[in-house]
């Protein structure tokens, strides 16, 4: 399919950079897909976690690894086009913010230091539910959108400052996939994807 074709330009791509062409043609091809994809993934946390060692900010969150998995190896699916990642983690954020706010939890501590009770679980609920209803509802669905919510419902983010860094950290992620990508040749989306999901009705 178009996402296999896309995977095989990348690794193609990287391994002439890297003058390692022969390794293609001497190994399975799902091998050396899966070490380009490995590189690939890699190379995503290790920018993140450079910038956010320089800054000393968190530009790096658990969810974005999620996000560059789909990236480098489903690049041509809706979830992983420029305009799902970014408006997911932005849904996500917001979503487990307002829960946050809504039950009254904001400055609380981080569900794994006061632990779970009624509250907390009532929060992490309607920021999930709205999560996933406003990613679906607006055509913007990207999985790993949902751990970023739970990130956010739980405490783990404590600071407002932070939330605009994670969508900061998404887009760095969404830059460089969209380099890689169409230095390779591969048609990754500039905004939108190329085949939108389909109208249920």
Not at 32 to 49: D, I, P, Q, R, T
Request: hydrophobic share 55%.
């Amino acid at each position: 399919g178009p996402n296999e074709r896309a995977r095989r330009r990348l690794a193609y791509f990287l391994l002439a950079r890297l003058r390692l062409k022969r390794f293609m043609r001497r190994f399975d091809p799902r091998t050396a897909l899966a070490l380009v994809s490995g590189f690939n993934g890699a190379l995503s946390v290790a920018l993140l976690a450079g910038i956010a060692m320089i800054t000393q900010e968190p530009f790096i969150f658990p969810s974005v690894g999620a996000s560059a998995f789909i990236l480098f190896y489903r690049p041509l699916v809706a979830a992983a086009a420029p305009r799902n990642v970014l408006l997911g983690h932005l849904i996500g954020v917001l979503s487990g913010w307002a829960s946050l706010w809504t039950f009254g939890l904001l400055g609380a501590g981080s569900a794994f230091e006061m632990g779970m009770d009624g509250v907390r679980i009532a929060a992490t609920a309607v920021g999930m539910g709205f999560t996933c209803a406003l990613m679906i509802g607006l055509r913007a669905a990207h999985p790993p959108a949902a751990a970023t919510s739970l990130l956010v419902s739980m405490g783990l983010i404590s600071s407002l400052w932070h939330l605009p860094l994670l969508l900061a950290g998404a887009t760095i992620l969404v830059l460089q996939a969209f380099v890689m990508h169409r230095l390779a040749g591969v048609r990754y989306p500039v905004w939108a994807p190329a085949d939108p999901e389909p109208d249920w009705r």
